[in-house]
């Protein structure tokens, strides 16, 4: 399975915009880049996922790299509850496996 | 409810003994995955359901680990002889029809199995 590599931690100013980078530089073209969250004490919870393009929701952006070795979840305005660990994942087509890695700890200083 | 439901939340238990886990997937979910996460590291892939039958159970770490889906809801992960490896966090997730890459996964708050 292709791998994605996460900063392991990350801080940031509540109510300033962060970027949570990933780089999946083996992907594949059917490999669907997810990212999930996991609040403390907390099952992972949904965030986004894109292919190609780049999209939103009420979460967060994703913002996929042309080449697609890379891709950066942005939330735009942190809160002290956005405060969790944050896994880039790759989801091939047709596979039912999320592969978590260790992620990256977000810490929102208030 | 209207999430993924796991009992117990916690649970401790001796050494050689049998313990069962139970899930309560969203309902009408048709795929359900076990997961467990040691302390500090990613959750880790155990077993997937499609409807009743268990469509990959790749990450099953040995034959003390079972599940099962009789009628296509609840799942019980049962686990034998259990050891104090086996301690961790056992989380339950469903998706409606599958993830195949372009849906999401429901998680329950987790398990804790603890082995003394």
């Known amino acids: 399975d292709a791998k994605t590599t996460q900063p392991n931690s990350m801080e940031s100013n509540e109510e300033e915009p962060v970027h949570l980078p990933c780089n999946h530089s083996?992907?594949?073209?059917?490999?669907?880049i997810h990212w999930y969250r996991q609040l403390p004490s907390q099952g992972p919870e949904y965030v986004i996922h894109?292919?190609?393009s780049n999209v939103n929701n009420r979460m967060a952006s994703l913002a996929i790299a042309e080449d697609r070795k890379s891709s950066t979840l942005i939330l735009h305005r942190a809160t002290l509850r956005d405060a969790a660990v944050y896994y880039c994942?790759?989801?091939?087509?047709?596979?039912?496996?999320?592969?978590f890695g260790t992620g990256t700890r977000l810490t929102i200083i208030p | 409810g209207a999430g993924v439901s796991q009992t117990p939340s916690n649970k401790v238990t001796e050494k050689g003994k049998y313990v069962e886990l139970r899930c309560d997937p969203i309902?009408?979910?048709?795929?359900l995955y076990w997961y467990r996460q040691s302390l500090g590291q990613g959750p880790e892939f155990l077993i997937y359901?499609?409807?009743?039958?268990?469509?990959?159970d790749s990450g099953l770490p040995n034959d003390r680990f079972f599940a099962v889906r009789p009628e296509g809801s609840v799942s019980t992960l049962k686990i034998q002889r259990t050891e104090r490896g086996d301690s961790a966090v056992y989380l339950c997730?469903?998706?409606?029809?599958?993830?195949?890459?372009?849906?999401?996964?429901?998680f329950g708050q987790g398990t804790r199995l603890t082995v003394v």
């Open positions: 997730a469903s998706s409606l029809v599958g993830l195949s890459g372009n849906t999401e996964a429901f």
């Open positions: 083996t992907i594949s073209g059917t490999d669907y």
């Open positions: 894109g292919l190609t």
């Open positions: 994942i790759l989801q091939p087509f047709g596979n039912e496996k999320l592969t």
């Open positions: 309902s009408g979910h048709t795929a």
């Open positions: 359901f499609q409807g009743t039958g268990a469509a990959d």
